[in-house]
């Protein structure tokens, strides 16, 4: 184990989120708030972690980094990020007790958007800017804002990146990664960017800016009480479902329109398939809803425009909400917990099981099964058009059966205090493993994860991680053979 390499990029990734802290301190400034010492104590204390790894000396040997420190760097940062990034809202009393403050901040970095807060309108503009930038920090990831920002990159980095990125696979767009992290974050600037001018037609400044970020991290936190509800305009909810979705998708298909591969950016089989999902999902609970007696949806093209807001934020992973779904019809609400399981797209913001493993999973079981009924015929499993290889396929099976696991087990643990229904902690789980906020019930869009215990807020915190890490990390981490020699 190669810890100096490990710590010398831990510096600097706890120096990038010192860094961080200095917008919401600006923000104070502009809003003449006193929160400055809530987001000063912390950056002192990274600071004081970060700097002493500079003067750390390595050999070239004793720099590299493997798969088991890239895994670890991974995971010892989002933990280091979280625990120090939940210390604004202890101080400025936003959120007074810190197993909450460390479950909203977990919340945000992992772009869960699940909250502990009834009512975020009465807390200070700094404080929720923080809260929406975790979300836009998280959605492409800490590693890769780093690497972005790095003057010179390890040769061993790659290890690391693919630690932290969604997905089954991950490449480099370019030959080396501190290059190939300035495209990802430029295509995910610019798509903030622009969806925060769009919105700005009809929202607040500050609402558009926050609600540009959280959305960009497909993470949901809200500075309205009502989430999009609260802004009544067919306009806003129109332009955010539309990120919804496009921050939901490959960021290579960006890459590829961009080079001008526009033919095989628009043939990716996850694409057509993710988009036929949500296509399908919407017209199929719009009429469910349209058509049930226990909505109040008399019109078909209502049900149509929250049918797409609620498919798009909950296959997208975002979980903004622009109506109170509690109500609608069985069918759709066994639709969402679909999608809530889905998720989005491989090299995506967005969260969930990914529709590339899916497909990875339904090829796979079906050469299976060809290969039982013919035994001697060679199957080969193709995705995008390439073979996949076995080890992929092995990957793959091992991280849905456990990330299935993991669902099962959490929502057994945060059973026991006897909160709620099954639907409240089953759909709280999912949630949270899946990295979306909402749930159904007492955990459901116009509700809160509030009424839950330390314990279970700890439990939902450290599956909220499992989600955003996809599981290996942290199992790498909590495994004690990662530390014998």
Known sequence: MNWKAVLKILGKILIAEAAMLLLPIIVAAIEGEDTYFGFLIPLLILFALGVPTYFIKANNEEKKIYAKEGFLIVAFAWILLAA???????????????????????????????????????????????????????????????????????????????????????????????????????????????????????????????????????????????????YDSVYVEVVVTAFMFLFSLNFNIYFLILTGHFLKAFKS????????????????????????????????????????????????????SSIDYNSWPTLSKAIMLFLMMTGGM???????????????????????????????????????????????????RVFFTTWVAILIICTLLISIEDYGDFMTNFSASLSCVSNIGPGFNLVGPAANFAGYTYFSKIVLSLEMLFGRLEIFPLIILFSPATYRK
Do not use: C
């Open 84 to 230: 120090i990034g939940a210390i604004p809202f202890v101080i400025t009393k936003a959120i007074p007790h810190y197993v909450d403050a460390l479950f909203e901040t977990i919340s945000g970095f992992t772009t869960t958007g699940a909250s502990v807060l009834s009512d975020v309108e009465s807390l200070p503009k700094s404080i929720l800017f923080w809260r929406s930038f975790t979300n836009w920090i998280g959605g492409m990831g800490v590693l890769v804002f780093v690497l972005a920002i790095l003057p010179r990159e390890n040769s061993g980095i790659i290890h690391a990146f693919r630690a932290e990125a969604t997905g089954p696979t991950v490449g480099k767009l370019t030959s080396k990664m501190g290059a190939t992290a300035r495209i990802l974050y430029a295509i995910y600037f610019a798509l903030t960017l622009i969806e925060m001018l769009l919105l700005l037609a009809k929202m607040p400044f500050f609402d558009a800016v926050t609600t540009a970020l959280a959305n960009a991290g497909t993470g949901g936190f809200s500075v309205r009480n009502a989430s999009i509800a609260a």
């Open 269 to 320: 089989e996850e694409a057509i398939a993710y988009t036929a999902t949500v296509l399908l999902s919407i017209f199929a609970i719009a009429m469910n809803v349209y058509f049930s007696s226990v909505t109040a949806i008399n019109s078909f093209g209502d049900a149509m425009r929250y049918s797409a807001f609620q498919v798009a934020s909950l296959s997208s992973t975002t979980g903004f």
């Open 346 to 396: 491989a090299g995506s913001t967005a969260g969930g099981i990914k529709m590339s493993r899916l497909m990875i999973l339904g090829k796979s079981t079906s050469a299976d099964i060809r290969r039982m009924a013919h035994p001697r015929e060679i199957v080969t499993v193709k995705l995008e058009g390439e073979p996949i290889h076995q080890e992929t396929i092995t990957n793959v």
